[in-house]
């Protein structure tokens, strides 16, 4: 469903003045831009956009995507699938390997009408997909998993035992094409390296479906992607779909990359101020690691950003301030390089940026909507997959 927005003019600091803190905030504008830029650049390289919904978890931030038309989508757990599924999506890759007690799930979904994509990268895992296929008197789609990098698993496009899993998939009626990811893009630190990560990825796919092919198995579907690479690719020829998920919030460690700039984050989450200790540079407020997950994602990079960066409610940064520690329920903010803390006193409301939106946005049972250019009047919720998941 479309979240509802008006046009009074306001100010983000009105609509969140209210809730209860920590909460999560999506700022709806920043979003549909975000979104708007890689839809652009997926029909500029002549492929389908496949978003990764793991990072929202959410059917009203997915409706943003496709005009509140179900959309191709990935997922990361069968909960994701299955809740989607309900939602009225009907193309869905899950994107994580396949295991044996989990095809009961798959095969319910496929008799729904869903046509669910697994995925695997063993001669074992195809054997007892299409052994199960067959029980079933029903073909479960699969696509091998390629390692582009070596970041996780997939098999190499050199494998000797890629045309077996292949030939195994293909007699069961299951073979639906090959599937890598290019994590190590997050490790991409210019310009240039994530353009080659992503030449690597789209040469890496394609050589994999061209060797399947030339074993004579059909190849429908060769599907690339990560939030870097998505961002950073020339060409996709060989390519049929682009597989991206952070890109709708974006992050820190996103920023930290350029892919995006920190104006561009959509997800922050809101606290408040409980408490100092001038002795030790502090200022602590209710929002720790159970807001913002234990990612430090950007500790890695040129600028570590600690555990977020913080603005006010209004979304402008707080000079040279940064959540730098954090226990379940505080958080920890100080001064960077002996910058003077600023006046905050108890009460005042901040907002957090995160390392990592997906971890992040996990935390989360859904999302306070504002509009960084007008009012949504009394802020609506929207909900995040978890609650219904976990029965929070």
Same mark, same amino acid.
């Given at each position: 469903?479309?979240?509802?927005?008006?046009? /009074?003019?306001s100010t983000a600091a009105h609509d969140l003045a209210d809730p209860d803190t920590p909460f999560a905030v999506v700022d709806v504008d920043?979003?549909?831009?975000?979104?708007?830029?890689?839809?652009?650049?997926?029909?500029?390289?002549?492929?389908?956009?496949?978003?990764?919904?793991?990072?929202?978890?959410?059917?009203?931030?997915?409706?943003?995507?496709?005009?509140?038309?179900?959309?191709?989508?990935?997922?990361?757990?069968?909960?994701?699938?299955?809740?989607?599924?309900?939602?009225?999506?009907?193309?869905?890759?899950?994107?994580?390997?396949i295991d044996p007690h989990k095809l009961p799930r798959v095969i319910a979904l496929l008799r729904r009408g869903v046509r669910l994509r697994?995925?695997?990268?063993?001669?074992?895992?195809?054997?007892?997909?299409?052994?199960?296929?067959?029980?079933?008197?029903?073909?479960?789609?699969?696509?091998?998993?390629?390692?582009?990098?070596?970041?996780?698993?997939?098999?190499?496009?050199?494998?000797?035992?890629?045309?077996?899993?292949?030939?195994?998939?293909?007699?069961?009626?299951?073979?639906?094409?090959?599937?890598?990811?290019?994590?190590?893009?997050?490790?991409?630190?210019?310009?240039?390296?994530?353009?080659?990560?992503?030449?690597?990825?789209?040469?890496?796919?394609?050589?994999?479906?061209?060797?399947?092919?030339?074993?004579?198995?059909?190849?429908?579907?060769?599907?690339?992607?990560?939030?870097?690479?998505?961002?950073?690719?020339?060409?996709? /020829?060989?390519?049929? *779909?682009?597989?991206?998920?952070?890109?709708?919030?974006?992050?820190?460690?996103?920023?930290?990359?350029?892919?995006?700039?920190?104006?561009?984050?959509?997800?922050?989450?809101?606290?408040?101020?409980?408490?100092?200790?001038?002795?030790?540079?502090?200022?602590?407020?209710?929002?720790?690691?159970?807001?913002?997950?234990?990612?430090?994602?950007?500790?890695?990079?040129?600028?570590?950003?600690?555990?977020?960066?913080? /603005?006010?409610?209004?979304?402008?940064?707080?000079?040279?301030?940064?959540? /730098?520690?954090?226990?379940? *329920?505080?958080?920890?903010?100080?001064?960077r390089d002996g910058a003077d803390l600023p006046d905050l006193p108890v009460g005042t409301r901040l907002r957090i940026l995160p390392n990592?939106?997906?971890?992040?946005?996990?935390?989360?049972?859904?999302?306070?909507?504002?509009?960084?250019?007008?009012?949504?009047?009394?802020?609506?919720?929207?909900?995040?997959?978890?609650?219904?998941?976990?029965?929070?």
């Open positions: 469903m479309n979240i509802p927005l008006n046009t /009074t003019t920043k979003a549909r831009r975000n979104i708007e830029r890689l839809r652009a650049r997926a029909d500029r390289l002549g492929v389908t956009l496949r978003p990764h919904v793991k990072t929202a978890k959410s059917l009203d931030v997915a409706a943003l995507m496709h005009g509140d038309t179900p959309c191709p989508v990935t997922v990361s757990t069968l909960a994701e699938a299955e809740a989607f599924a309900d939602g009225g999506y009907t193309d869905i890759t899950y994107a994580v390997g697994i995925l695997l990268d063993s001669v074992e895992q195809a054997a007892f997909v299409a052994e199960a296929s067959r029980r079933a008197g029903i073909a479960v789609p699969a696509q091998i998993e390629i390692d582009c990098d070596g970041h996780r698993g997939g098999l190499k496009p050199d494998a000797p035992t890629l045309p077996e899993v292949g030939r195994i998939l293909h007699d069961a009626g299951c073979l639906d094409g090959v599937l890598t990811h290019a994590g190590e893009s997050y490790f991409a630190y210019t310009p240039e390296e994530q353009r080659l990560a992503a030449k690597n990825e789209r040469d890496t796919a394609v050589a994999a479906a061209e060797r399947l092919r030339a074993a004579g198995l059909p190849v429908d579907t060769v599907s690339v992607g990560s939030t870097p690479t998505a961002h950073a690719a020339e060409d996709l /020829t060989g390519v049929t *779909e682009l597989r991206a998920g952070n890109y709708v919030f974006f992050d820190l460690v996103m920023a930290g990359l350029g892919v995006c700039q920190v104006e561009d984050l959509a997800l922050s989450v809101v606290v408040t101020v409980i408490g100092h200790r001038p002795e030790y540079g502090w200022i602590v407020t209710d929002g720790g690691w159970m807001a913002m997950s234990r990612d430090r994602g950007t500790a890695v990079q040129a600028q570590d950003q600690g555990y977020g960066l913080v /603005t006010d409610l209004n979304g402008d940064l707080v000079p040279n301030l940064v959540m /730098t520690a954090a226990s379940q *329920e505080h958080g920890t903010l100080t001064a990592h939106a997906c971890a992040t946005a996990a935390q989360h049972r859904g999302y306070h909507v504002i509009d960084g250019t007008r009012s949504t009047g009394a802020v609506p919720v929207i909900e995040a997959f978890w609650q219904r998941v976990t029965g929070w």
